[in-house]
């Protein structure tokens, strides 16, 4: 059991007899603006780089520097990332949303027209990221249809000033502030 926030006691099951339908739980936290990640690493079995789009991201701690992301468990992907030594999470600017759909993609090269360079433990860097942050996995979570993955970070760098791809309410975009 754990405690709610308003003090009634529940148990993390509970929430599938919310009555919380998907769709409405999809569409409330819709309006909750993120910024967009690729998690890269070079696939071990193929010797090539692969990875996915993300936009549940976060920095954990300071001290050991640990970041978060979620991956699905219908991720295809994920099992051929998480045996490479490293990971780099980059940090996507406004003008890859063609980068983001190919690596949201299903299966097939991902890397297909994707520029990228190596971080210093040869994760793939993509070209134009705004930063990248190179990390390995120290623990993984499950979380419902989800899997929260905590990884320590090795090496970090900015690359470009510019503005973040954003996911807001389905879509894409930039901030216009």
């Given amino acids: 059991m754990h405690r709610s926030p308003n003090g009634s006691s529940a148990s993390p099951a509970d929430g599938a007899a ?14 909750f603006a993120t ?6 690493g070079i696939d071990a079995d193929a010797g090539r780089p692969t990875g996915l789009a993300a936009n549940s991201f976060t920095s954990v701690s300071l001290n050991p520097p640990l970041v ?11 099992p051929r990332l998480r045996s490479a030594p490293r990971l780099c999470v980059n940090i996507l600017g406004e003008g890859q949303l063609e980068v983001c759909r190919k690596l949201a993609a299903k299966g097939g090269d991902k890397f297909a027209g ?12 993509i070209d134009g990221a705004l930063a990248w942050i190179e990390c390995s996995v120290e623990d993984e979570h499950v979380a419902g249809d989800h899997m929260i993955v905590v990884a320590r970070v090795h ?5 470009h000033d ?6 807001y309410n389905g879509g894409y975009g930039r901030f216009d502030g």
């Fill in 18 to 31: 919310t009555g919380i339908d998907s769709a409405r739980f999809r569409s409330v936290l819709s309006r």
């Fill in 35 to 40: 910024g967009v990640v690729a998690i890269t």
């Fill in 68 to 78: 978060a992301f979620c991956v699905a468990h219908t991720s295809t992907t994920w």
């Fill in 114 to 125: 994707i520029g990228w360079s190596t971080s210093p433990s040869g994760g793939p860097v």
């Fill in 155 to 159: 090496h970090l760098d900015k690359l």
């Fill in 162 to 167: 510019g503005e973040p791809l954003l996911f």
